[in-house]
């Protein structure tokens, strides 16, 4: 059986990957927020003694999605902000 505090610990940490990846405003953090995340769900799944499903999450998840994102923010350009007006 699969130890509580490990299988909590391992949780916690994909809650601030998932909340971290979504409030990040600059896109590249983001995208490495959500390998980091991918990367933490084929960790629980090889703890769960599921590796074929690690190693799918890991290739395609970790992998072939951070890289896609990664080519894509890379075409996109960065928007100017605007000074905040004083209230």
């Known amino acids: 059986m699969i130890d509580g505090a490990l299988t909590n610990g391992l949780l916690f940490f994909l809650l601030i990957a998932a909340f971290s990846a979504v409030h990040f405003?600059?896109?590249?953090?983001?995208v490495l927020a959500l390998s980091v995340f991918n990367t933490g769900m084929s960790v629980i799944f090889a703890v769960y003694q599921a590796p074929d499903v690690a190693l799918a999450e890991?290739?395609?998840g970790a992998g072939l999605g951070?890289?896609?994102?990664?080519?894509?923010?890379?075409?996109?350009?960065?928007c100017p902000r605007q000074p905040r007006e004083p209230q």
Do not use: E, G, H, M
């Open 25 to 30: 405003r600059d896109n590249l953090n983001a």
């Open 66 to 78: 951070t890289a896609l994102f990664l080519i894509a923010v890379s075409k996109t350009r960065p």
């Open 58 to 60: 890991a290739v395609v």
